[in-house]
């Protein structure tokens, strides 16, 4: 029986060491170093995993205190030795700190250092033991995403537009300098509030409904659009606003991010235009058309003869009230098309017909300069869905440039081709062709190219960009390419309806 309680004894001392040496190796496996020091003492026992985190000889590490402290970061040594102090001197048992470490061979480290404390029957601390893991990687991936995420601040903080982020609730979570100074609110006192503060209460008394259909499922009305609404500001004032809102996840909670631009200064400007046109079409276009008017009867000998040197003043000032009222209406068209004010009247034409319309509104202006305008056959049979004056206008204002700056007694060529699904109308001139450094501005505003000869090429500056726009809003576009032959070619391509009705416009 005795030799059977022995056994089990040895068999307890021997399940402890199987126990220890279990740990050990749970320990190395898990990059794991040990460590213990005793207080009586002062020593201080590293293992090989230890040394190679701390990154010294064991061979000459003394196992002293001091050699333990002579391996922490000199700006961090007074602070950890007093945390590990005050951990000795507390009734704590255990103890998890990050700590920086300056190692002779590794340099700058990170080190976890998890510690237990050993305490006698009174209490008394008497050996602490724990482990130790490299997590620099961890620390400089944490650092990255920190200073990440302060970039990101600072993005955000310095953006004209204003930032304003709630919860599913309503809440507010951020707000932006950009969105303290357009609602003159400072982020403490908004941080926490429900976001129709910042509405006028007609918006304000719907918007808890609309939070509550958009998480129950209903069609979003705001997210994922951009809309005009109305803000107020804290002095009452109401403002008009362009609002983008954006939903996204993070931590598994649900919130939205708003973007919001002051349409305030937009929309007085955009009033001021409005004047100006006003009194462009009445102050200016009404007497001008009277001018023109006057000016074209006493060419036409309404007055009687004209002498000979006063017809040459009377050509040059109707040539200028024309130049003038073109100027006037390419500024009314730009304004009008910028704010989308030009009223469209579409209809379904055949391509030849519109191209043979455009050629007989230029053959004119090609005649004076001596020079031609050919339809190149065949001109494919099919239609387009557009606004045929506006169309004729794009193909005009080809036409008036390749008139322009081409050589007297040469031709201007209009061809027309089926690509795809696509009707390619282009424009080409025999000139010298536009210069590549001049290529990226032509139907921008106000740009013009100056003729390589003599002759009077003024012009707005308007008619491209006005070929553009009016392209645009007819679902087609307009381009430029170098001609094969030289000078230069311009084309507008539109989409051929296919179901074309049985009368159609011509």
């Known amino acids: 029986m005795l030799k059977n309680r022995f056994r089990s004894g040895n068999d307890t001392q021997i399940t402890l060491q199987q126990s220890l040496e279990r740990e050990r190796l749970l320990a190395k496996i898990a990059q794991l170093g040990i460590w213990e020091y005793e207080i009586a003492t002062e020593t201080v026992s590293l293992d090989d995993r230890s040394c190679e985190i701390y990154g010294v000889n064991r061979a000459e590490f003394d196992g002293t205190t001091e050699a333990w402290i002579a391996l922490l970061h000199p700006e ?37 250092l998890g510690a237990q404390m050993e305490r006698d029957e009174h209490g008394r601390a008497q050996r602490m033991f724990g482990v130790v893991r490299d997590v620099t990687d961890e620390k400089m991936f944490e650092q990255r995403l920190q200073e990440r995420a302060q970039h990101m601040q600072a993005v955000i903080d310095n953006m004209f537009d204003c930032i304003v982020a709630i919860d599913a609730s309503g809440t507010i979570t951020s707000f932006n300098p950009a969105a303290e100074a357009v609602f003159g609110r400072p982020s403490g006192n ?23 259909n ?84 006493l060419k036409g000998g309404a007055a009687g003869a004209i002498p000979e040197k006063a017809t040459k003043l009377l050509d040059t000032a109707v040539r200028n009230s024309h130049r003038l009222t073109r100027l006037i209406e390419d500024l009314l068209d730009m304004e009008r098309l910028t704010f989308d004010r ?21 053959e004119t202006y090609a005649g004076n300069s001596d020079m031609s305008i050919e339809l190149m056959a065949p001109v494919p049979e099919v239609s387009i869905r557009v606004d045929d004056g506006r169309f004729v206008q794009i193909l005009s204002n080809f036409l008036s440039n390749a008139v322009k700056f081409s050589p ?55 008619g491209l960009a006005i070929s553009k726009q009016l392209a645009i809003n007819m679902n087609g576009s307009v381009g430029y390419t170098p001609a094969k032959a030289g000078g230069a070619q311009f084309w507008a391509r539109f989409p051929v309806v296919t179901d074309v009705p049985e009368k159609h416009v011509s």
């Open 76 to 112: 961090d040594r007074d602070a950890i030795t007093r945390r590990m102090r005050m951990f000795r001197d507390t009734t704590a048992d255990a103890l998890t700190i990050t700590i920086r470490i300056l190692s002779p061979n590794l340099g700058e480290r990170y080190i976890s």
């Open 190 to 212: 908004v941080i926490g509030q429900n976001v129709s503060i910042l509405m006028p209460q007609t918006y304000a008394d719907n918007h808890h409904q609309y939070m509550a």
């Open 214 to 297: 958009f998480l129950s499922g209903a069609e979003p009305l705001v997210i994922g659009r951009v809309r005009e609404l109305a803000g107020i500001r804290k002095n009452g004032e109401i403002f008009p606003m362009e609002l983008a809102v954006t939903e996204f996840h993070h931590a598994g909670e649900r919130g939205f991010v708003g973007v919001i631009r002051d349409l305030t200064e937009q929309k007085r400007v955009e009033r001021l235009q409005t004047e100006f046109v006003a009194t462009v079409s009445h102050e200016l276009r009404t007497p001008l058309t009277s001018i023109a008017g006057a000016l074209a009867l």
């Open 342 to 362: 030009l009223n469209f009247n579409f209809a379904v034409h055949p391509v030849d017909a519109l191209l043979k319309q455009a050629i007989e509104a230029n």
């Open 408 to 462: 007297q007694g040469s031709s201007v060529l209009v061809e027309a081709t089926l690509e795809d699904e696509d009707i390619l109308c282009t424009v080409t001139d025999f000139g010298s062709g536009i210069p590549d450094s001049f290529q990226e501005r032509l139907f921008q505003k106000f740009s013009q190219l100056d003729a390589s000869d003599t002759r009077n090429t003024s012009g707005t500056g308007l």
